[in-house]
């Protein structure tokens, strides 16, 4: 544990932290999502149930766990993250509770080059699932009935959001306590899963490989504790909506002169 809180003490603010906006931005564009700065996801990290409200801490498959939530650049390095909340929790109520969420509401987390889509004005964007809000600055794929077009939004929103869920799926097959029931308190659990996002990004950004057989052992592990599904979220502001169709559009006639 010493170890633990001299990393995130020590590293936390200078390893996790948003870096050069403009290589990020150039970084999911070339993956084929304009102005994007970061992917964003939750993920439940198993515990043993603790002594005082212990329910809070059930997700809905049924096991203790604690969220994380991890916004990741386009190398899968993370640039915030916000752990601790109680795995019954939505990850649409974890966010709108984070720091994050009020720095993007604010306008202050990025800078502010825009850019027009169409004839849409459109910020620096950050990439979720459906579990998150539709913003003028999260975009999330289209749900329900799609045609061609949205189809083609989903492809390439989902393509750029992936590497949140990849960001994940190395980080525990890294560190392995992160996929088994920690019997740690609550109050020192958070602080190991910051300190192993911290040493992800260091492993990340020095090349450090990972091999391949490490994902097969963390997938056997993770099976136990599958990640619950999360309800979709509805609501969405119109100037989300326009923004969002104003994507699809371009993307469409972008494969139509391709």
């Not at 150039?26 to 212990?54: E, K, V, W």
Request: charged share 20%.
């Amino acid at each position: 544990m010493q170890v633990a809180h001299a990393i995130v003490d020590l590293l936390l603010s200078k390893v996790v932290t948003l870096g050069d906006v403009q290589v990020i931005i150039d970084g999911f564009s070339a993956m084929g999502f304009p102005n994007c700065g970061g992917a964003i996801d939750g993920t439940h990290i198993p515990i043993l149930g603790p002594d005082h409200q212990g329910s809070q801490y059930i997700n809905r498959k049924g096991y203790f766990s604690m969220v994380l939530q991890a916004l990741v650049d386009h190398k899968g390095r993370f640039t915030n993250i916000n752990v601790g909340w109680p795995g019954k929790v939505h990850d649409a109520c974890v966010f709108r509770n984070s720091g994050l969420f009020r720095r993007l509401q604010e306008g202050i987390y990025f800078p502010d080059p825009k850019i027009t889509v169409g004839d849409v004005e459109m910020p620096i964007v950050i990439l979720g699932d459906p579990a998150y809000p539709l913003m003028p600055w999260l975009m999330k794929p289209y749900t329900g009935a799609l045609d061609t077009e949205k189809e083609l939004f989903n492809y390439r929103l989902s393509k750029c959001r992936m590497v949140v869920e990849c960001a994940f799926g190395c980080l525990k097959g890294r560190w392995r306590s992160l996929l088994t029931r920690s019997d740690l308190s609550q109050t020192n659990i958070p602080i190991v899963i910051a300190a192993c996002c911290v040493l992800h990004n260091l492993c990340e950004s020095k090349g450090e490989t990972f091999m391949a057989g490490w994902e097969v052992e963390a997938n056997r592990l993770a099976a136990d504790y599958a990640q619950p599904d999360t309800r979709a979220i509805r609501r969405s502001q119109r100037d989300a909506l326009r923004i969002r169709e104003a994507l699809k559009a371009s993307f469409q006639s972008e494969r139509g002169n391709q």
